[in-house]
Nanobody, 117 residues
Framework: QVQLVESGGGLVQTGDSLRLSCAAS????????MGWFRQAPGQEREFVAA????????YYADAVKGRFTISRDNAKDTMYLQMNSLKPEDTAVYYC??????????WGQGTQVTVSS
């Protein structure tokens, strides 16, 4: 499995932007599909975005489509989530995940994103 560490979370105001990073180590990063998920207090973990191993295919939850952009740099073993026009409902712990064929089996510890109104 690959080890994942998220960073970039923080406290921002409505309308602000943040960029999350997910650094990978261990197995070959470029062979894995990657994804971002989030979990708000009292709610189940939900899908946010995913990207294929090559970066050629991306997928987004309807709630973030047009505001968030997922990307990866295989040379740096790092995935990113650019979050624009943040809303209070985006407040959650954000997790990155890795797996073959979008079957995510490796997870990071999460990074907190808080959006104040």
């Amino acid at each position: 499995q690959v080890q994942l560490v998220e960073s970039g979370g923080g406290l921002v105001q409505t309308g602000d932007s943040l960029r999350l990073s997910c650094a990978a180590s261990g197995r070959t990063f470029s062979s894995y599909a990657m994804g971002w998920f989030r979990q708000a207090p009292g709610q189940e973990r939900e899908f946010v975005a995913a990207i294929s191993w090559s970066g050629g295919k991306t997928y987004y939850a309807d709630a973030v489509k047009g505001r968030f952009t997922i990307s990866r740099d295989n040379a740096k073993d790092t995935m990113y989530l650019q979050m624009n026009s943040l809303k209070p409902e985006d407040t959650a712990v954000y997790y990155c995940a890795a797996g073959e064929d979008f079957e995510f089996v490796s997870w990071g510890q999460g990074t907190q994103v808080t959006v104040s109104s």
